[in-house]
């Protein structure tokens, strides 16, 4: 897949850019460029990894797309963004991208209604407002530079999204020592402890409410095992049923995450996101199964997803020390209590 950098001396254009609704977690804004393309703050360690991403990961993290330089107008008592990007640069994204802009034309005309989707905006607004008046970002008029990534929900109707955070402990090399023991505290008073991770944002489409039910991430804080476990039964049910076949597939796609995993050593991750998503409009997966399929995936397998978001945090075993390669802290044993807990949920369920 090409990565295409924006930046440089080129004649621009001016994209519109708008909050992404579908943002559940995070603490610094996220907004979509296209529907295909979102974009995320620049951190130099992130851009690193996706440059140099080991084989094998290419199915377990978003797409890299670029560069580009986000603007922010806050006259009048309104936020507006657009981009800046080399001229003619959006048409190549998205030509570029063909699978997902078809994935994208066979529900165009199904989007969820603007009232659902308002439902949706509490937290990306949250972290928008954030990233302004407590980061002061945009301050005088100056552009950001933000990453562009694959929109991971693209290709669904009513996409469930959870974004998890791994890891047993946290490495933030950037970081005050203050900042340093804060993270540590919060690891060691949530199950990120004692599973490898907890819950930091959840939406859900109920089909019987047809409408989303939310969480943030000081709702995941709070919770310990048994609440995480109830909170999965949550998110996988969908208003009418619990959705085994897609616990399933879930479950199926975290082991080969983490054999991928296994087979890569140019990075040590000690924390990053993972985020679980599936189609929940049941009308909408029950046409899907009808639709065949050129890989012959089933239903389950083509409406879900588990992708690692996040990597501001990754380290080249190059630069690690021999403390770090030998630690066995990491994502691994937070994937590992994650494929327990939901195989647990599979056989205690009715």
């Not at 295909?36 to 951190?43: A, G, I, L, R, T």
Request: charged share 25%.
């Amino acid at each position: 897949m090409p990565q295409i950098e924006v930046m440089g001396e080129t004649e621009l254009e001016r994209v519109a850019v708008t909050p992404f609704v579908h943002q559940v977690g995070g603490h610094t804004c996220v907004l979509q460029v296209t529907p295909n393309v979102v974009c995320k703050p620049y951190q130099e360690n992130e851009v690193l990894f996706y440059t140099k991403l080991p084989e094998g990961l290419e199915d377990f993290v978003p797409f890299y797309r670029g560069v580009i330089n986000i603007k922010c107008d806050t006259s009048n008592g309104c936020i507006k963004f657009h981009g800046e990007v080399p001229k003619g640069i959006m048409e190549v994204i998205q030509n570029s991208y063909g699978g997902i802009t078809n994935g994208i034309s066979l529900i165009e005309n199904n989007m969820p209604g603007s009232e659902t989707k308002e439902g949706l905006r509490t937290w990306s607004d949250q972290c928008v407002r954030r990233q302004i008046d407590r980061y002061g970002y945009w301050s005088e008029g100056r552009s950001q530079k933000f990453i562009m990534l694959e929109n991971l929900v693209a290709p669904y109707r009513f996409p469930c999204v959870m974004d998890l955070k791994m890891g047993t402990s946290h490495r933030s090399p950037d970081a005050s020592e203050a900042k340093k023991r804060l993270l540590e505290e919060r690891w060691l008073a949530s199950t990120s402890a004692s599973l490898g991770f907890r819950m930091c944002g959840i939406q859900v489409y109920k089909n019987d409410s047809k409408s989303y039910v939310s969480h943030d991430k000081y709702f995941g804080r709070g919770l310990d095992q048994n609440g995480v476990k109830d909170e999965m039964l949550n998110f996988f049910h969908d208003g009418l049923s619990l959705r085994k076949d897609v616990i399933a597939s879930i479950v199926t796609k975290l082991r080969q995450m983490l054999t991928a995993l296994d087979k890569q050593s140019t990075f040590k991750l000690f924390s990053c996101s993972l985020l679980i998503l599936y189609e929940g409009d049941a009308n909408f997966a029950i046409t899907s199964r009808e639709v065949p399929s050129v890989s012959s995936l089933d239903l389950s397998s083509s409406t879900t997803d588990v992708r690692l978001i996040d990597f501001a945090n990754a380290i080249e075993t190059s630069s690690c020390s021999k403390e770090d390669l030998t630690s066995k802290a990491g994502i691994r044993f937070g994937i590992k209590s994650l494929v327990e807990l939901l195989e647990d949920v599979l056989k205690t369920s009715p």
